[in-house]
C-alpha cells in the first residue's frame, strides 16, 4: 500500500463527514432563505442542470507550488495499510476539494484570500477533454458572478453621472432595441434591474433553450412583453435585468459593455484576460465546460452570465468592494452600502432581514457577501466572511448538485485546515 493510497482514503473520510449537521455552523450559508433565487436553471430536455495539479500557497512571503496526489489506486490483495500521519493545513483544504474530483467533475480551482491579501491557490483535475492539466490562473465560466462585474460597473456610471440610480431607462432601454415598450416599462429603473425588482419575468427559456441569438433579442422580447408585476415591487431573480443593465452601459458610454468593463473596473485591478466567452468559445488556459450541441445560452446571457475568470481574479473584485481592506475600490462607500442593502417588498417584515438580495450581490449574513454562479456544467461560488477571509471557487462538472453546496465544501475544507 502506498501513501498515495492512505491520503486519500482520508479524503473520502472528510467527504463524508461534511454531509452531516456539522457543516451548519460556517460563516457563509449553503442556503439562502425560499424567495431568493440563486441560480439560473439550464433546461436540457426535460431536466434542470443548474491537477490532480498544481497547488500554490502563500505562507510566509512567497508562494510555493506542489504537485497535488493523483487520486488512489485501488489496493492489491493482502497487502497492509501503511499507516501515516493525517494531512493537515493546506493539503488537507486541497485534499477535501478532491473529493469533487472524485465525484465525477473534471476540475475545480480555488482561492483564498485573508484580509486582502492571497493565501492560497489550488488548481485539481483536468483542463480539456483530451486530459490537459488544469493549472493555477485557468479560467472557468463563473455565470452569474458576471453580475458583481455588472453591477460595480453600474454604479460606476452611476457615480459619474453618466445616468441616475432611480433614473427610468425602460423607454430608453426599448429604443435600443427597436420595440415599443409595453405597459409599465417606462417606470423601470437602474435600481430595479440591478435588484431584480424591474418587474420582468425570468424568461428561462428565452435565455437558455435557443429562443433568440442574442441579449439584444431577449430584450427586446421581454421589453414588448407584459409584466409580470410593477416595477419597484416584489422581488423577481432574472437574468434579463443584467442583460439590460450590459446593453444599458453601451447605451450611456457609446462603448462595448465589455470594453467599458476593461476600464471601469478589471484595469485598474491589474486584472487582464477575463472575456465574455461564447457557449463552445474555449482557448488556451481556460477549462472546458460540457455544452449540449446547439446550445448558445452564453451569447445570450452576456452582461448576466457570460464572463470567464480564474478564482483569484473573483476574489480580487469582491475583495474591492471590502472597505477594510488596503487597495484600489471602485466604488464609494455610499455606493458599496447600497450594493449591500438588502432590498424588501413593500410590506417589511418587523425584523429586517440578515439575508437576501442587494445590488447584484447575494448577502449572506450582515457582514457577509457574493454570490453563486450556475451553468451547464458549471458550478462557482464566491464570498467575503464576516472574519476576513474571502473565496471563490469554480468548477468544471455537475458537482456539487447545488452551487450553494460550495458553501458547505469550502466550510469543511477551511475547518480541516484549521483556518479559522
Not at 483544504?93 to 489550488?122: C, K, Y
Request: glycine content about 8%; hydrophobic content about 40%.
Amino acid at each position: 500500500m502506498t501513501l498515495t493510497f492512505r491520503v486519500a482514503l482520508v479524503a473520502v473520510a472528510v467527504f463524508s463527514s461534511s454531509c452531516g449537521d456539522a457543516v451548519r455552523d460556517v460563516q457563509v450559508p449553503g442556503a439562502m432563505p425560499p424567495d431568493v433565487a440563486t441560480d439560473e436553471p439550464v433546461q436540457s430536455g426535460d431536466e434542470e442542470l443548474f491537477t490532480r495539479n498544481t497547488v500554490t500557497t502563500t505562507l510566509a512571503v512567497a508562494p510555493t507550488t506542489t504537485l497535488a496526489p493523483p487520486l488512489p489506486e485501488p489496493p492489491e490483495a493482502g497487502v497492509p495499510a501503511v499507516v501515516v500521519p493525517a494531512v493537515t493545513g493546506w493539503a488537507a483544504f486541497d485534499l477535501h476539494l478532491m473529493t469533487l474530483l472524485q465525484a465525477g467533475s473534471p476540475a475545480v480551482s480555488a482561492t483564498v484570500m485573508r484580509d486582502g491579501e492571497v493565501v492560497h491557490q489550488v488548481a485539481l483535475g483536468d483542463r480539456t477533454a483530451a486530459g490537459d492539466r488544469v493549472q493555477v490562473g485557468d479560467r472557468y465560466r463563473v455565470a452569474s458572478i458576471s453580475k458583481v462585474i455588472t453591477a460595480i460597473t453600474t454604479l460606476r456610471l452611476v457615480e459619474q453621472g453618466l445616468v441616475g440610480l432611480d433614473e427610468p431607462v425602460g423607454v430608453r432601454l426599448a429604443d435600443r432595441v427597436g420595440v415599443a415598450p409595453a405597459a409599465g416599462v417606462d417606470q423601470i429603473t437602474v435600481r430595479q434591474l440591478l435588484t431584480h425588482r424591474s418587474g420582468l419575468g425570468q424568461y428561462e427559456n428565452l435565455m437558455f433553450r435557443r429562443q433568440v441569438e442574442s441579449c439584444a433579442e431577449a430584450g427586446a422580447t421581454g421589453l414588448s412583453s407584459d409584466l409580470e408585476r410593477a416595477p419597484g415591487t416584489t422581488f423577481r431573480y432574472s437574468n434579463l435585468n443584467f442583460c439590460l443593465l450590459g446593453l444599458l452601459t453601451e447605451e450611456v458610454t457609446a462603448r462595448p459593455y465589455e470594453d467599458v468593463v476593461r476600464s471601469e473596473l478589471l484595469e485598474p485591478l491589474d486584472i487582464g484576460g477575463m472575456r465574455l466567452a461564447g457557449t463552445f468559445d474555449v482557448l488556451d488556459g481556460e477549462v472546458e465546460h460540457r455544452s449540449d450541441e446547439g446550445r448558445n445560452y452564453m451569447e445570450v446571457l452576456d452582461a448576466a452570465g457570460s464572463w470567464i475568470a480564474a478564482p483569484t481574479e473573483v476574489v480580487a473584485i469582491v475583495n474591492s468592494l471590502d472597505l477594510s481592506t488596503p487597495g484600489w475600490k471602485p466604488l464609494a462607500p455610499e455606493s458599496v452600502a447600497e450594493m449591500r442593502t438588502i432590498t424588501e417588498d413593500p410590506e417589511p417584515p418587523n425584523v429586517p432581514p440578515t439575508r437576501g438580495y442587494g445590488m447584484g450581490l447575494m448577502i449572506f449574513d450582515s457582514d457577509s457577501f457574493g454570490h453563486t454562479g450556475t451553468l451547464e456544467s458549471t458550478h462557482a461560488m464566491t464570498a467575503r466572511q464576516a472574519n476576513g477571509i474571502t473565496w471563490a471557487i469554480t468548477v468544471s462538472g455537475d458537482h456539487p448538485s447545488s452551487s450553494r453546496d460550495l458553501a458547505d465544501v469550502i466550510a469543511a475544507a477551511l475547518r480541516y485546515a484549521s483556518i479559522t
